[in-house]
Nanobody
């Protein structure tokens, strides 16, 4: 059974940084790597795409985070990370990772002074 668990969220001041991790079990990325996508949902708003990394490590970002966020993968650790820099209050949301039809439970990121 595939499971995704996010970690690394928290409270950070504007301009600060956080790194989120999406740990995947039930699939061995060394033999069957898969694309993984990060999404976020702010209070009262629809869930939105943040970033994706493909099997060949190609990446794509939402315009709102381009140049500030970096997605990467470590197939040996079955983990996909999202490094977030220059954080803004508008980045406040629950961040979730997705692999095929599987979702993690999400991790809260709050950017506030």
């Amino acid at each position: 059974q595939v499971q995704l668990v996010e970690s690394g969220g928290g409270l950070v001041q504007p301009g600060g940084s956080l790194t989120l991790a999406c740990s995947v079990s039930g699939i061995d990325f060394n033999t069957k790597p898969k694309p993984v996508t990060w999404y976020r949902q702010a209070p009262g708003k629809q869930r939105e795409f943040v970033a994706i990394i493909t099997v060949s490590r190609q990446t794509m970002y939402a315009d709102s985070v381009k140049g500030r966020f970096n997605i990467s993968r470590d197939n040996g650790k079955n983990t996909v990370s999202l490094q977030m820099n220059s954080l803004k209050p508008d980045d406040t949301a629950v961040y979730s990772c997705k692999l095929e039809q599987y979702w993690g439970q999400g991790t809260q990121v709050t950017v506030s002074s």
